[in-house]
Each structure stands twice: as structure tokens, then as C-alpha cells.
């Protein structure tokens, strides 16, 4: 069993940062890999960037690349969410989740371990 609780989330203006962590238990926190997802209000949950276990490989979706970075630190148990350049767009409740393949993916399905998210505003 893992337990992810996110954190970071916060009211910004649109062009600032923020940066998201979520914490996860367990001693196998290295085998996982780790996704953040987004879900704006009225909306599907979305896939917004993904790592696998060692951190040598990332995915992101096309709204966010070049301006936000998932990195991990083993050893804390811990992957990050450094979002730049915010954007209106970018609003919405975060969620960090974990899948025991170790690649990382951008399917919601592959992963049965979900945080409860973290509420990001960006105002214009």
C-alpha cells in the first residue's frame, strides 16, 4: 500500500511559479513510477506529466512542456512538480499517483495509488 499526500498548491498570478511535492510512504517508493495529473472544474482528469522509477525518463503533456519539470528524490520518498510561466489554463486540483511498473505513463489507469490533490489558481 502507498500513501501520497501532495503539497505546494497555492492562489498565484498567471506568469509566477510554484512548485508541488508529494510525499509517499512505503519502502518501495523507488520501484514506482510516479504521475502527476490535473482536474479543472467540469472537467476529465488529465495527464499532465510522469517519471519513472530511476528519474531518468520523463513525460509531459504538450500544454505543459517547456514549462513545467517532474524530477524525484529517492531517497525522500518525494517527486516534485516545478511549474513556471503559470497560466489561467493551468488551474485546477493536482494529484500525484503511483504505479508499480516503474515506467511512468500517462493513462489514469495504470495507476491504483492516488494523493487527494492540491488546488492550484492561477489568476490573469
Known amino acids: 500500500q502507498v500513501q501520497l499526500v501532495e503539497s505546494g498548491g497555492g492562489l498565484v498570478q498567471a506568469g509566477n511559479s510554484l512548485r508541488l511535492s508529494c510525499a509517499a510512504s512505503?519502502?518501495?517508493?523507488?520501484?514506482?513510477?510516479m504521475g502527476w495529473f490535473r482536474q479543472a472544474p467540469r472537467k476529465e482528469r488529465e495527464f499532465v506529466a510522469a517519471?519513472?522509477?530511476?528519474?531518468?525518463?520523463?513525460y509531459y503533456t504538450d500544454s505543459v512542456k517547456g514549462r513545467f519539470t517532474i524530477s524525484r528524490d529517492n531517497a525522500k520518498n518525494t517527486v516534485y512538480l516545478q511549474m513556471n510561466s503559470l497560466e489561467p489554463e493551468d488551474t485546477g486540483v493536482y494529484y500525484c499517483?503511483?504505479?508499480?511498473?516503474?515506467?511512468?505513463?500517462?493513462?489514469?489507469?495504470?495507476?491504483?495509488?492516488w494523493g487527494q490533490g492540491t488546488q492550484v489558481t492561477v489568476s490573469s
Open positions: 512505503g519502502r518501495t517508493f523507488s520501484n514506482y513510477g
Open positions: 517519471i519513472a522509477w530511476r528519474g531518468d525518463i520523463t
Open positions: 499517483a503511483a504505479e508499480l511498473a516503474g515506467r511512468g505513463s500517462s493513462w489514469k489507469a495504470d495507476y491504483p495509488f
